[in-house]
């Protein structure tokens, strides 16, 4: 009898290593190698809000993310901390990862540093075939550096990293087909101190930005790539490197065409077909190569968006649907590219996504011609008079084809349409070009979103960081992911957020979850910072305006506050979710979220409508005995006509016809505005977002009557 069970433990403990094993081989292995950055150098509680942390919040539980970053570290062997030299190194080869993520280099910028700069590529080349030798044949991911926002004369350079260094790593991506980031446009060209405290290294906030970057990349949906050379009969020498990525030159009908092709082709394969100056401003180009479209040129150089610029687009667009590109193509026209685009547009409406036009010409009255504000162009006049077949100038100024024209064809075929403007552009001025055609599209009741850039003249076009241009085109293109409804932690950390000093958000969600064991509530609030203004009895809340007002309406220590500042409708959507909230035995709990997802790198609407529903949903799972209020979001902005105003009531006008089951939802805009639509004077403080003492005894009266 004992010899069976025996063999019965010996058999389950083989199962079990086995199941083990089997787990072990599943899960997908991601060695993060880099310096402080990576390592996570000046943030609270690094080991939750390093990059590397964060990522692994992103993946789930289907990765195991390991940080192997050493501050101070140079991609140099010769330089004075090189990164081959750390036991972090020896551990990463050890770990045997599926996935290695590379940011070196912006020690390397360093001048004791900098002068082996000619080791570089040897240097490198050591560094990645020691992964690519691993058993694990591992995917192989560089990353630019990020941008330096530090003074001129610092030991370490943003000339060297932006030009030299971060050329040098483009270089090699496309010598070795490696996959590559962009990440030194991720914080723009202007230095946040939330983003970066120090100018050089990422606060939590901004290594989450990296995180979520990378996440998108990694989780992409792969479609089948083609093999261009052979589908377009590219023959000889043609190609050439697109910032890391493979780009070919080649001819069709005798015109001069480019391609480059992602190295993760998405789904679909969609693409986008760029209208002059060839890589000029590329970050929205480049941005969309890491989304796995395509991206392609076709010459029109002095053709200013007439019939034969049609017609050499037309060619080039059966040539690749032919070889599966997809039906709709994204049209991308800076300047007198904005001629071209909508031309093309208004001859091919259904074959257009979507259209990104930049500092765009929208009437040749304007510009070549200058009949307005503008110089014009005496030149360009008289070329496109020849291209248009225009007999003299009199017949140019009464063309009615111009772009400000075929505003009917952009709202009837119910193309999406985004500009990016400089409000002093004084070659192609605004009020002469996109201004018209956005009035035009108002008055058809079609919208439009123009990006302002104050003070800026007609260059630099674009905008250094790209993401409200690409979250537009993947919206546009149906390729959005809705980050409101994917759960992840959040990473506050600034001082304005009312919390006791060197606090970060995991510090402040275990507080609440401190501050809720052995409790029996009445009511739980769940939101950001306006929920957590309420305070209750949490000790790492310092400033709690609602406080008095709450425990006059519904009863000293009958209520709690789990508000957390930043929040945003994933964050609160993670908390819920993995957090025991349930163990207060909250009688009642009252949800006002959403609102941070309308700033910074804005969501939609609808996208932060579903984060909201989201959060509902889950709320009433966790809690199954207590009855969920939705109150959404409180209006913001001062008046009713404020943009940010118009999107709240968007959100709540998409959750009163989606009703969700035993949630009961209140929209509480009338609570705070008067007939007019206006916030009452004295319940808002100055941003209109946050609520004065005023305003918390308005909304405790409010809630108090909900629960009664």
């Given at each position: 009898m004992m010899m069976k069970n025996l063999k019965i433990i010996l058999a389950i403990g083989f199962m079990l290593i086995l199941a083990n094993k089997t787990f072990a081989r599943n899960v997908i292995r991601v060695a993060c190698i880099g310096n402080s950055i990576t390592y996570g150098a000046g943030i609270p509680n690094r080991d939750k809000n390093s990059y590397p942390a964060q990522l692994q919040a992103y993946l789930g539980g289907g990765y195991l993310v390991q940080n192997f970053g050493v501050s101070g570290r140079t991609l140099l062997s010769k330089g004075d901390y090189p990164y081959i030299k750390t036991s972090a190194y020896k551990e990463s080869l050890s770990f045997n990862p599926d996935i290695v993520i590379i940011k070196l280099g912006t020690n390397d910028s360093k001048p004791q540093n900098w002068?082996?700069?000619?080791?570089?590529?040897?240097?490198?080349?050591?560094?990645?075939?020691?992964?690519?030798?691993?058993?694990?044949?591992?995917?192989?991911?560089?990353?630019?550096?990020?941008?330096?926002?530090?003074?001129?004369?610092?030991?370490?350079?943003?000339q060297l990293i932006g030009g030299e260094i971060r050329t040098f790593i483009e270089k090699m991506a496309y010598e070795n087909q490696l996959e590559i980031i962009n990440l030194y446009n991720l914080f723009g060209d202007k230095w946040e101190q939330h983003l970066m405290p120090d100018k050089l290294h990422p606060s939590s906030i901004g290594a989450g930005m990296i995180a979520e970057k990378i996440f998108e990349c990694l989780t992409l949906k792969q479609g089948?790539?083609?093999?261009?050379?052979?589908?377009?009969?590219?023959?000889?020498?043609?190609?050439?490197?697109?910032?890391?990525?493979?780009?070919?030159?080649?001819?069709?009908?005798?015109?001069?065409?480019?391609?480059?092709?992602?190295?993760?082709?998405?789904?679909?394969?969609?693409?986008?077909?760029?209208?002059?100056?060839?890589?000029?401003?590329?970050?929205?180009?480049?941005?969309?190569?890491?989304?796995?479209?395509?991206?392609?040129?076709?010459?029109?150089?002095?053709?200013?968006?007439?019939?034969?610029?049609?017609?050499?687009?037309?060619?080039?667009?059966?040539?690749?649907?032919?070889v599966g590109f997809n039906s709709k193509v994204v049209l991308e026209g800076m300047s007198r590219g904005g001629l071209i685009v909508y031309n093309w547009a208004t001859q091919n409406p259904e074959k257009v996504a979507c259209i990104y036009a930049d500092a765009p010409v929208m009437d040749i009255k304007s510009w070549p011609m200058g009949t307005g504000k503008s110089e014009g162009s005496p030149d360009d006049t008289r070329k496109m008079l020849q291209v248009y077949g225009f007999g003299n100038e009199q017949e140019a100024l009464n063309w009615k084809r111009n772009p400000i024209d075929c505003v009917s064809v952009i709202a009837k075929y119910r193309i999406p349409v985004i500009h990016v403007v400089g409000d002093a552009d004084k070659v192609v001025p605004v009020d002469e070009n996109t201004a018209i055609f956005e009035e035009r599209l108002k008055q058809l009741n079609y919208p439009i979103t123009v990006v302002h850039k104050p003070g800026v003249d007609h260059h630099p076009h674009s905008l250094n960081n790209p993401s409200t241009i690409?979250?537009?085109?993947?919206?546009?293109?149906?390729?959005?992911?809705?980050?409101?409804?994917?759960p992840?932690?959040?990473?506050?950390?600034?001082?304005?957020?009312?919390?006791?000093?060197?606090?970060?958000?995991?510090?402040?969600?275990?507080?609440?979850?401190a501050t809720l064991q052995g409790k029996n509530l009445k009511l739980l609030l769940l939101g950001n910072s306006i929920t957590q203004g309420w305070g209750g009895n949490r000790k790492a809340v310092t400033y709690k305006p609602g406080k008095r007002a709450m425990d006059a309406a519904v009863g000293e220590?009958?209520?709690?506050?789990?508000?957390?500042?930043?929040?945003?409708?994933?964050?609160?959507?993670?908390?819920?979710?993995?957090?025991?909230?349930?163990?207060?035995?909250?009688?009642?709990?009252?949800?006002?979220?959403?609102?941070?997802n309308l700033f910074g790198e804005a969501d939609t609407p609808e996208q932060v409508a579903e984060g909201i529903i989201a959060v509902a949903n889950v709320a009433k799972i966790k809690l199954p005995q207590t009855q969920i209020i939705l109150l959404g979001l409180l209006p913001a902005g001062k008046e009713v006509s404020s943009d940010i105003r118009i999107k709240c009531n968007q959100i709540h006008a998409i959750l009163a016809k989606k009703p969700i089951k035993d949630v009961k939802y209140i929209n509480p805009t009338s609570w705070f505005v008067d007939a007019n639509g206006t916030i009452k004077s004295g319940l808002y403080g100055g941003d209109y977002i946050h609520l004065t003492t005023n305003g918390y005894q308005v909304f405790s009266e409010e809630i108090s009557k909900l629960i009664k």
């Open positions: 002068k082996y700069k000619e080791d570089l590529k040897a240097d490198f080349m050591s560094l990645v075939n020691s992964y690519k030798n691993l058993s694990s044949h591992p995917r192989i991911i560089l990353l630019t550096p990020v941008k330096c926002f530090l003074p001129d004369g610092s030991e370490i350079s943003d089948n790539k083609v093999n261009i050379t052979k589908a377009l009969h590219i023959q000889g020498k043609a190609r050439f490197n697109f910032h890391g990525y493979k780009g070919y030159e080649f001819t069709n009908e005798g015109t001069t065409c480019r391609v480059v092709e992602p190295y993760v082709e998405a789904v679909g394969r969609p693409w986008i077909i760029r209208a002059r100056f060839w890589d000029h401003e590329p970050q929205t180009d480049i941005a969309l190569l890491e989304n796995g479209f395509h991206l392609v040129y076709c010459d029109v150089a002095d053709m200013y968006g007439s019939n034969k610029a049609v017609q050499r687009w037309n060619s080039l667009y059966r040539r690749l649907r032919k690409v979250r537009f085109i993947l919206k546009a293109t149906g390729r959005s992911v809705n980050r409101c409804i994917h992840v932690p959040g990473n506050e950390f600034r001082a304005s957020a009312g919390w006791t000093e060197g606090a970060d958000w995991h510090t402040i969600s275990e507080d609440i979850s220590n009958q209520w709690e506050s789990a508000g957390i500042a930043g929040d945003r409708t994933q964050n609160l959507l993670w908390r819920i979710r993995y957090v025991n909230y349930n163990v207060c035995h909250p009688k009642y709990a009252v949800i006002a979220i959403g609102i941070n």
